[in-house]
């Protein structure tokens, strides 16, 4: 383990701050790093203060000033160096995030990959940031709109993609021309140490150190400033609906924008026709995946009267022979969720659910060993239970029998939150009502592929409660510009839009 650290730049004391240096002592509490597979402590980390924060906002903004001056493409450019040095340094990365997250280890792999996903994907977008030309009614005018750089955004990001929502966000935000003060979960400060580590081996050598800051903190401190900063034109939040619903007052109450990708209650649909060994696949990885702790994580699964039975009980053997344990085994499939306070949650949950009816069809405990390991749970559960339309962020998925297709997709969306969605189906008709107007309200609606997993080249991001924002993908990197209307007269006459005559008479 210390090898693995060394390699990534992390000290026996790390500190959690960055502006265009690494604050040898901020002045922020100390939080510690701890394994979730073995409850030890990795290493301590020192947050940020107050004169930290004020340091890294005067580095944020310097170095606005500089970036937004460089041509799209060859900001471009730095995003294409910092995908090099990532693909360097894949699987070290991945294996902090396995070591600090919990995430198995292909999943920690996978997340790095995200990030360089995203850097190929913004450094073809650098290129690629147009605006529109319209036809002016007006002779001799033109009409146009071009987007240009927004400012330093402060983007805040969750313990359990402790490094591809950086990405996500920073490689965007980069080639729009900002620059982007982090804010990582105190849950995972190592990896996004390891992060800045990696962007410093581009960013120094380039003179644009103040660039990306790193400013840990705890969302009543660094989290709340940020939020309240007006020059901060942007905050991208993700995390619970809850929290979200702070930041997005907070931020709004100084007419600012945010940028917010919340929880999800994600559900997929089986349907009589369904290719069964598809759809079992895809649900255990959508529901076991990540211990049950992605926002696009599988929690309700709904499925036709005719087949829940069979199909419950394949589900139930494949749940039993999940190789649970330490993360860091090629094998394992399923890891320890983040801390303590999750594992009584989930029992929690499990209790209400038992209390409103629903049963266990298999696990519902903690594993006695070190760590904070659980058994992946099946609760068998009806549309009308309370608890099932909450995100519990662990590994239950409930069971639901439905009869109509109308009535499945009505449960479907009958959730505060809105982000992933799938069905499975041979049925044309019934895969495209699903994706039609009247089918899933999420921002994510998929047909024979689970709820999670999504594909960077896709906007990320949901409905209702889960805020509204898009990243990643598509045309996401607009939230990250300011838009600008323009119309050039070339001509020599003033002729006013909507025919408006406005004669100053002789003179
Ligand atoms: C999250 O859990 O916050 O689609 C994001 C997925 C991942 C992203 C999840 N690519 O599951």
Same mark, same amino acid.
């Given at each position: 383990?210390?090898?693995?650290?060394?390699?990534?730049?992390?000290?026996?004391?790390?500190?959690?701050?960055?502006?265009?240096?690494?604050?040898?002592?901020?002045? #922020?509490?100390?939080? &510690?790093? +701890?394994?979730?597979?073995?409850? /030890? %402590?990795?290493? *301590?980390?020192? @947050?940020? !203060?107050?004169?930290?924060?004020?340091?890294?906002?005067?580095?944020?903004?310097?170095?606005?000033?500089?970036?937004?001056?460089?041509?799209?493409?060859?900001?471009?450019?730095?995003?294409?160096?910092?995908?090099?040095?990532?693909?360097?340094?894949?699987?070290?990365?991945?294996?902090?995030?396995?070591?600090?997250?919990?995430?198995?280890?292909?999943?920690?792999? #996978?997340?790095?990959? &995200?990030? +360089?996903?995203?850097?190929?994907? /913004? %450094?073809?977008? *650098?290129?690629? @940031?147009? !605006?529109?030309?319209?036809?002016?009614?007006?002779?001799?005018?033109?009409?146009?709109?071009?987007?240009?750089?927004?400012?330093?955004?402060?983007?805040?990001?969750?313990?359990?993609?402790?490094?591809?929502?950086?990405?996500?966000?920073?490689?965007?935000?980069?080639?729009?021309?900002?620059?982007?003060?982090?804010?990582?979960?105190?849950?995972?400060?190592?990896?996004?140490?390891?992060?800045?580590? +990696?962007?410093?081996?581009?960013?120094?050598?380039?003179?644009?150190?103040? @660039?990306?800051?790193?400013?840990?903190?705890?969302?009543?401190?660094?989290?709340?400033?940020?939020?309240?900063?007006?020059?901060?034109?942007?905050?991208?939040?993700?995390?619970?609906?809850?929290?979200?619903?702070?930041?997005?007052?907070?931020?709004?109450?100084?007419?600012?924008?945010?940028?917010?990708?919340?929880?999800?209650?994600?559900?997929?649909?089986?349907?009589?026709?369904?290719?069964?060994?598809?759809?079992?696949?895809?649900?255990?990885?959508?529901?076991?995946?990540?211990?049950?702790?992605?926002?696009?994580?599988?929690?309700?699964?709904?499925?036709?009267?005719?087949?829940?039975?069979?199909?419950?009980?394949?589900?139930?053997?494949?749940?039993?022979?999940?190789?649970?344990?330490?993360?860091?085994?090629?094998?394992?499939?399923?890891?320890?969720?983040?801390?303590?306070?999750?594992?009584?949650?989930?029992?929690?949950?499990?209790?209400?659910?038992?209390?409103?009816?629903?049963?266990?069809?298999?696990?519902?405990?903690?594993?006695?060993?070190?760590?904070?390991?659980?058994?992946?749970?099946?609760?068998?559960?009806?549309?009308?239970?309370?608890?099932?339309?909450?995100?519990?962020?662990?590994?239950?998925?409930?069971?639901?029998?439905?009869?109509?297709?109308?009535?499945?997709?009505?449960?479907?969306?009958?959730?505060?939150?809105?982000?992933?969605?799938?069905?499975?189906?041979?049925?044309?008709?019934?895969?495209?009502?699903?994706?039609?107007?009247?089918?899933?309200?999420?921002?994510?609606?998929?047909?024979?592929?689970?709820?999670?997993?999504?594909?960077?080249?896709?906007?990320?991001?949901?409905?209702?409660?889960?805020?509204?924002?898009?990243?990643?993908?598509?045309?996401?990197?607009?939230?990250?510009?300011?838009?600008?209307?323009?119309?050039?007269?070339?001509?020599?006459?003033?002729?006013?839009?909507?025919?408006?005559?406005?004669?100053?008479?002789?003179?």
């Amino acid at each position: 383990m210390d090898s693995l650290l060394n390699r990534l730049g992390i000290s026996d004391r790390p500190s959690g701050v960055y502006s265009d240096h690494w604050h040898p002592q901020p002045e #922020g509490a100390e939080v &510690e790093s +701890i394994n979730p597979a073995t409850g /030890a %402590v990795i290493r *301590s980390v020192t @947050l940020a !203060g107050r004169g930290d924060y004020e340091q890294i906002l005067s580095a944020a903004c310097r170095s606005f000033q500089i970036w937004r001056n460089l041509p799209a493409p060859r900001r471009g450019q730095l995003i294409r160096e910092l995908g090099a040095a990532l693909r360097l340094h894949k699987r070290d990365l991945g294996m902090l995030v396995t070591l600090e997250a919990g995430k198995i280890v292909s999943e920690g792999q #996978g997340e790095v990959q &995200e990030m +360089i996903d995203m850097c190929d994907f /913004a %450094v073809g977008l *650098s290129r690629q @940031l147009y !605006g529109l030309t319209m036809p002016s009614e007006r002779p001799d005018h033109r009409l146009f709109e071009q987007w240009h750089p927004l400012g330093p955004v402060g983007v805040i990001t969750a313990f359990n993609f402790p490094v591809a929502v950086w990405a996500w966000n920073a490689c965007l935000a980069a080639v729009c021309g900002d620059s982007v003060i982090w804010k990582p979960s105190p849950l995972t400060p190592l990896t996004a140490i390891a992060v800045q580590n +990696i962007a410093n081996r581009i960013l120094e050598p380039a003179g644009l150190a103040g @660039l990306f800051p790193l400013c840990l903190g705890t969302g009543d401190t660094v989290g709340s400033w940020l939020c309240q900063d007006r020059r901060i034109p942007l905050v991208s939040f993700t995390g619970s609906c809850q929290v979200g619903k702070l930041v997005a007052r907070s931020v709004a109450d100084r007419l600012g924008r945010s940028l917010l990708e919340l929880g999800g209650n994600n559900a997929v649909i089986v349907t009589p026709s369904a290719d069964q060994e598809l759809a079992l696949r895809a649900v255990v990885f959508a529901a076991v995946g990540t211990a049950g702790q992605r926002c696009t994580t599988l929690r309700r699964l709904i499925v036709h009267e005719s087949i829940i039975d069979p199909f419950t009980e394949r589900l139930v053997g494949v749940y039993r022979s999940i190789r649970i344990g330490d993360p860091a085994h090629d094998d394992t499939l399923m890891g320890p969720l983040i801390r303590l306070s999750a594992v009584e949650r989930m029992l929690g949950a499990l209790a209400r659910a038992e209390s409103e009816g629903g049963r266990i069809l298999y696990g519902g405990r903690r594993l006695e060993r070190a760590g904070n390991f659980v058994e992946p749970t099946l609760v068998r559960a009806d549309a009308s239970m309370a608890i099932v339309r909450e995100e519990t962020f662990a590994p239950i998925l409930y069971l639901i029998p439905y009869r109509e297709l109308d009535e499945a997709i009505a449960w479907q969306n009958d959730v505060d939150q809105g982000l992933s969605s799938a069905i499975f189906t041979e049925r044309l008709r019934e895969a495209e009502q699903f994706l039609s107007a009247r089918g899933s309200d999420c921002g994510i609606a998929n047909v024979n592929i689970g709820t999670s997993g999504a594909e960077i080249g896709g906007a990320f991001g949901g409905e209702k409660e889960t805020g509204g924002g898009r990243e990643a993908g598509s045309d996401a990197w607009k939230a990250y510009m300011r838009r600008q209307t323009c119309t050039v007269n070339f001509g020599t006459q003033l002729p006013l839009a909507q025919g408006i005559k406005f004669d100053l008479g002789g003179g």
